[in-house]
């Protein structure tokens, strides 16, 4: 039956080192108490995942690898029993790098690739909690996150050839994920019973499977209600019958599909920033409170337990503030 949105609601492994049996025991200590002891090919996904989706550089990636060779190390050193590996032995391995008089950007860069590894690993469902979540490294300075201007944003969403099969889903794609401000795994597993089209919200599972309500646009809507006119003609994969978003052959999508299809339509319209399908959502927070709304709605929002994880958006606020006056002030205004 076709669904119409206000009718519906009522590969081989690369290695750390030479002797690949110690390093593939030693990532089973790291992650021994989740369900991936046996999986095969582990670091070379969680390359891919580096490479690809947060466009990192060859050297960067190559230095993240390393960094993990160093906490294996550690684990190895310590003879840490597998069971209870956690929070506390990383805050000992991070004691341990100051003792040796590590510096500090060298610390964080190291905690910043084992933050990776173990986020990699709960986006792939290998853990269910994430030990590093609450790790802090030492402070080297603010960096914002690379935003698109409101222009961008409609250059990027009206660029789509619609006459092509997936050109009304990808613009339907952009629209929610900037409108509602996703990340990309609750975009690609955004189910059509979780939108409310009347209501003009949507349910998000987020982190930890926590639920939210987001508000939705009725462009958004407007774009999903287009994009399921060409849904309906899929054949769509056994399970994933209400999933929103899906490829031709009627499965769900990938994050590293999501990845490409803003990429590669950025590159399309010149856009030349360093785009990833995270920079939306850092649109879709900064351009909110550029807007007037209040820090703590956009924290529910987002998803965040911390309002510290959302004040980063204060920061760009003020850049966003300092380029007003620099333009608009009658003392900086050039005759």
Same mark, same amino acid.
């Given at each position: 039956m076709a669904i119409v949105l206000f009718e519906h $609601?009522?590969?081989?492994n690369i290695r750390l080192y030479k002797d690949d049996a110690k390093v593939d025991k030693k990532i /089973?200590?790291?992650?021994?108490?989740?369900?991936?002891?046996? %999986? %095969?090919?582990i670091i070379k996904k969680y390359t891919s995942y580096l490479k690809i989706e947060k466009g990192l550089?060859?050297?960067?990636v190559h230095a993240y690898l390393d960094d993990l060779k160093k906490l294996i190390s550690y684990i190895d050193s310590c003879d840490i029993k597998i069971e209870i590996f956690e929070s506390i032995d990383l !805050?000992? $391995?991070i004691h341990k790098l100051q003792q040796d008089k590590v510096q500090p950007r060298t610390q964080a860069r190291i905690i910043s690739g084992i933050k990776s590894f173990y986020e990699f690993l709960l986006l792939e469902n290998y853990i269910t909690h994430n030990p590093t979540e609450l790790i802090e490294g030492p402070k080297t300075g603010l960096k914002l996150p690379e935003v698109l201007t409101v222009k961008e944003i409609d250059l990027l969403s009206s660029s789509?050839?619609?006459s092509q099969p997936e050109g009304q889903r990808n613009k339907a794609i952009i629209e929610v994920m900037y409108g509602s401000g996703l990340r990309v795994? /609750?975009?690609?597993?955004l189910k059509l019973s979780q939108i409310y089209p009347k209501e003009e919200f949507i349910i998000i599972e987020g982190k930890g499977d926590k639920q939210r309500l987001v508000p939705i646009s009725q462009t958004a809507l407007h774009e999903i209600n287009l994009y399921l006119q060409d849904r309906n003609k899929l054949d769509v994969k056994k399970g994933d019958e209400d999933i929103l978003f899906l490829n031709r052959r009627g499965g769900r999508l990938t994050r590293v599909m999501i990845f490409y299809i803003i990429r590669n339509q950025c590159k399309k319209c010149?856009?030349?920033?360093?785009?990833?399908? !995270?920079?939306?959502? !850092?649109s879709f927070a900064t351009h909110l409170l550029e807007g007037g709304a209040n820090l703590r709605a956009i924290q529910q929002m987002l998803g965040h337990e911390s309002i510290t994880t959302t004040e980063i958006y204060t920061h760009m606020d003020n /850049? $966003?503030?300092?380029? %007003?006056?620099?333009t608009h002030h009658p003392r900086n205004i050039h005759k």
């Amino acid at each position: 039956m076709a669904i119409v949105l206000f009718e519906h $609601f009522q590969q081989p492994n690369i290695r750390l080192y030479k002797d690949d049996a110690k390093v593939d025991k030693k990532i /089973e200590y790291i992650i021994s108490y989740t369900m991936i002891l046996n %999986e %095969e090919g582990i670091i070379k996904k969680y390359t891919s995942y580096l490479k690809i989706e947060k466009g990192l550089s060859a050297n960067t990636v190559h230095a993240y690898l390393d960094d993990l060779k160093k906490l294996i190390s550690y684990i190895d050193s310590c003879d840490i029993k597998i069971e209870i590996f956690e929070s506390i032995d990383l !805050h000992k $391995f991070i004691h341990k790098l100051q003792q040796d008089k590590v510096q500090p950007r060298t610390q964080a860069r190291i905690i910043s690739g084992i933050k990776s590894f173990y986020e990699f690993l709960l986006l792939e469902n290998y853990i269910t909690h994430n030990p590093t979540e609450l790790i802090e490294g030492p402070k080297t300075g603010l960096k914002l996150p690379e935003v698109l201007t409101v222009k961008e944003i409609d250059l990027l969403s009206s660029s789509f050839d619609l006459s092509q099969p997936e050109g009304q889903r990808n613009k339907a794609i952009i629209e929610v994920m900037y409108g509602s401000g996703l990340r990309v795994s /609750e975009l690609i597993n955004l189910k059509l019973s979780q939108i409310y089209p009347k209501e003009e919200f949507i349910i998000i599972e987020g982190k930890g499977d926590k639920q939210r309500l987001v508000p939705i646009s009725q462009t958004a809507l407007h774009e999903i209600n287009l994009y399921l006119q060409d849904r309906n003609k899929l054949d769509v994969k056994k399970g994933d019958e209400d999933i929103l978003f899906l490829n031709r052959r009627g499965g769900r999508l990938t994050r590293v599909m999501i990845f490409y299809i803003i990429r590669n339509q950025c590159k399309k319209c010149g856009i030349s920033k360093k785009i990833s399908p !995270h920079t939306l959502r !850092h649109s879709f927070a900064t351009h909110l409170l550029e807007g007037g709304a209040n820090l703590r709605a956009i924290q529910q929002m987002l998803g965040h337990e911390s309002i510290t994880t959302t004040e980063i958006y204060t920061h760009m606020d003020n /850049e $966003f503030l300092r380029s %007003e006056i620099l333009t608009h002030h009658p003392r900086n205004i050039h005759k």
